[in-house]
């Protein structure tokens, strides 16, 4: 199974979800979810899979560093104009979507 991982570079848990899948013998793609990913094209499917509260990091900086007026704009405009609201990783098996690195999703990918 080919999958393609969705995070930042920088981000340590998007590290650690890259070489656990690659420990485990997947075959990985990273994307940079702000400079490679085609945000306008993915953020609707993600959201059609997994809902806006599952999506959205609202423990992030930039969540808190947004108006009340932001917040409630559409969850979708919201993502593609702020990429660091992503929850990471966003992993792609195919036909699923992964959010997030927990137990649950390292089973069930590895």
Known sequence: MSLTLYGLKNCDTCKKALKALEGAGQSVTFVDIR?????????????????????????????????????????????????????????????????GWTKAVEVALS
């Open 35 to 99: 400079a490679e990913a085609d945000l306008p094209a993915k953020v609707p499917t993600w959201l059609d899979a997994t809902g806006p509260d599952l999506l959205i990091n609202r423990r992030s900086t930039t969540w808190r560093n947004l108006s009340e007026a932001e917040r409630e704009t559409d969850p979708q405009a919201l993502l593609i104009a702020h990429p660091t609201l992503i929850k990471r990783p966003v992993i792609e098996t195919g036909d699923a979507v992964h959010v």
